[in-house]
Nanobody, 124 residues
Framework: QVQLVESGGGSVQIGGSHTLSCTVS??????????VGWFRRAPGKEREGVAT????????YYSDSAKGRFTISHDSADNAAYLWMNNLEPDDTAMYYC????????????????WGQGTQVTVS
């Protein structure tokens, strides 16, 4: 059973930086989850894709709002994914979710099999 646990949420000042982590357990190899992604849901809004990365090859995809400010990475040795966020804005306030293993689709359109419980980021 693959489990994802996000960490690193908290309160951040406008213009500040923050890093989220996602630990993947229960996967025997990176092939178990071909793609890892970060999504977010702001209060009263639909969930939106933020960034995804292919665990083999490292191809990344970003939403327009994340381009130039966020960076996604994956560490196969630690089975962990990270989201580095810079120049944060109040509109970045949301619950951030980690997802793994793309069943269909690609990039931000992936239908992910595994999801974490989320970690809250508040920018003010």
């Amino acid at each position: 059973q693959v489990q994802l646990v996000e960490s690193g949420g908290g309160s951040v000042q406008i213009g500040g930086s923050h890093t989220l982590s996602c630990t993947v357990s229960g996967a025997t190899s990176a092939l178990t989850y071909s793609t890892v992604g970060w999504f977010r849901r702001a209060p009263g809004k639909e969930r939106e894709g933020v960034a995804t990365i292919q665990t083999r090859g490292g191809t990344t995809y970003y939403s327009d709002s994340a381009k130039g400010r966020f960076t996604i990475s994956h560490d196969s040795a630690d089975n962990a994914a990270y989201l580095w966020m810079n120049n944060l804005e109040p509109d970045d306030t949301a619950m951030y979710y980690c997802a793994a293993h793309c069943l269909r689709g690609w990039g931000l359109t992936c239908d992910f099999r595994y999801w974490g419980q989320g970690t809250q980021v508040t920018v003010s």
